[in-house]
């Protein structure tokens, strides 16, 4: 039975905001959406809100644009209140050559206080964090909940990501289908700490192979060669 679930997306105007927004509008557990993004966005956010609110689905859409000097814990709980869930991808990405770890600085500091309002407006929700570097600022955030003695938030690493991408290059190189490919991806989301368990998913078991010098090859590429 679909849910009625109240969802907010931070950063719902940016690159990973607008996708993630429509398919939290598309998606029948969720009856209402709130898409919260600053007025400098390249894109209003009452903008993308007014066209996912005119999706042919049931979830009401509405935007929310906030100044870059205002606090959310001060101005967003219209549309954190009352929240399940709130996706963070407010924050900035990397340019070429940067790290994701040298986001920390400056995307701590906004998650810090989009948390914080989450703390205060939907202290129950989950708030799926995927601004980076999230190897950090995740732990960041559940060890400034722990010090506020706020026990009922809870946070979630994004980056199932890292889990469509194995899937995806498996299936390439394998030719297995797409419905047979399941790579459990451990660890973090950094460059060395993505850790995909070809060992755990029997398409790569079977469809790929490590030569002696620790390269990955393809084995039905060799077949067709040896054919
Ligand atoms: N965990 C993962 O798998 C992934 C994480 N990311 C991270 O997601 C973040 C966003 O990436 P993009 O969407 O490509 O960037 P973007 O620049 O296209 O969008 C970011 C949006 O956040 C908004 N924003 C910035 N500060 C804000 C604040 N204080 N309150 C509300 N909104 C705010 C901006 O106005 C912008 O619309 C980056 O940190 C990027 O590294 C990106 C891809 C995958
Ligand atoms: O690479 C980045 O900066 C964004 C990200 O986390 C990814 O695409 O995996």
Redesign the pocket.
């Known amino acids: 039975m679909a849910g009625n679930f109240k969802v907010c997306v931070?950063?719902g105007?940016?690159?990973?905001?607008q996708p993630l927004s429509m398919l939290m509008a598309m998606d029948p557990n969720v009856s209402e959406l709130c898409v919260?993004?600053?007025t400098?966005?390249?894109?209003p956010a009452e903008g993308v809100a007014a066209d996912l609110s005119h999706l042919n689905m049931k979830c009401k859409v509405k935007g929310y644009a906030?100044d870059?000097d205002d606090k959310?814990i001060d101005k967003a709980g219209d549309c954190l209140t009352g929240c399940h869930l709130v996706l963070v991808?407010?924050?900035?990405?990397?340019k070429p050559g940067q790290d994701?770890k040298d986001?920390l600085n400056i995307?701590a500091g906004?998650a810090k206080?989009?948390v914080e309002a989450c703390a205060k407006f939907c202290p129950e929700a989950v708030v799926g964090l995927?601004?980076?570097p999230?190897n950090s600022v995740v732990p960041a955030m559940c060890e400034m909940w722990k010090k506020k003695g706020e026990t009922s938030q809870s946070s979630a690493f994004?980056?199932?990501?890292?889990v469509v991408r194995a899937d995806k290059f498996v299936h390439e190189m394998t030719g297995a289908p797409m419905s047979d490919v399941s790579v459990p991806v451990i660890g973090g989301?950094a460059g060395t700490t993505i850790l995909p368990l070809f060992s755990q998913c029997q398409a790569a078991v079977s469809g790929l192979r490590t030569d002696s010098s620790g390269t990955q090859i393809h084995v039905r590429s060799v077949d067709r060669v040896g054919a």
């Open positions: 931070v950063g105007a940016g690159g990973i905001g919260y993004d600053l400098m966005a390249m894109v906030f870059k959310a991808p407010a924050g900035v990405p990397r994701r986001l995307n906004i206080n989009i995927i601004v980076n999230v994004i980056t199932t990501l890292d989301h």
